[in-house]
Every structure is written in structure tokens, then in C-alpha cells.
């Protein structure tokens, strides 16, 4: 189930991003289209350079259940 949803979305967010970027490379030409791409790329970068991963020193204090 999770990875038939995981597919749905990237499926969805390829094709979305194709027309987009296929309109804006038909419109305005290549530079605006690989503009466009490059500032999300951009921003995904530092979006996931702000994510910190979750603590392993945290997971080692957690008591077992019995």
C-alpha cells in the first residue's frame, strides 16, 4: 500500500512538473525553463539541508517494552 502511494505521488509530481516546465520551455524558450528548474532545485536543496534527522542518542533511552 505505502509504496503504490509513494508512486501515485511521484508519478503525479513528474507529471505535473513536465507540463510546467514544458509550457514555460515552449513560451519563453530554454533558459526560463532551466531557470525555473534550477531555483526549485535550489530550494528542495536547502529544504533538506534544514531537516535534521531524528537523534539516535534518543532511541537508545527509550526502555523495552516487556
Same mark, same amino acid.
Given at each position: 500500500?505505502? +509504496?503504490? *502511494?509513494?508512486? *501515485? ?5 513528474? $507529471?505535473?512538473? =513536465?507540463?510546467?516546465? #514544458?509550457?514555460?520551455? *515552449?513560451? $519563453?524558450?530554454? =533558459?526560463?525553463? +532551466?531557470?525555473? =528548474? &534550477?531555483?526549485? +532545485? ?9 531537516? %535534521?534527522?531524528? =537523534?539516535?542518542?534518543?532511541? %537508545?533511552?527509550?526502555? &523495552? #517494552?516487556?
Amino acid at each position: 500500500m505505502a +509504496f503504490g *502511494t509513494l508512486a *501515485t505521488v511521484n508519478g503525479a509530481g513528474d $507529471f505535473l512538473s =513536465s507540463i510546467i516546465v #514544458g509550457a514555460l520551455w *515552449t513560451a $519563453f524558450g530554454t =533558459s526560463v525553463a +532551466f531557470g525555473y =528548474s &534550477a531555483v526549485l +532545485f535550489a530550494a528542495g536543496a536547502v529544504l533538506v539541508a534544514r531537516l %535534521k534527522p531524528a =537523534s539516535t542518542e534518543s532511541a %537508545k533511552h527509550i526502555p &523495552a #517494552g516487556d
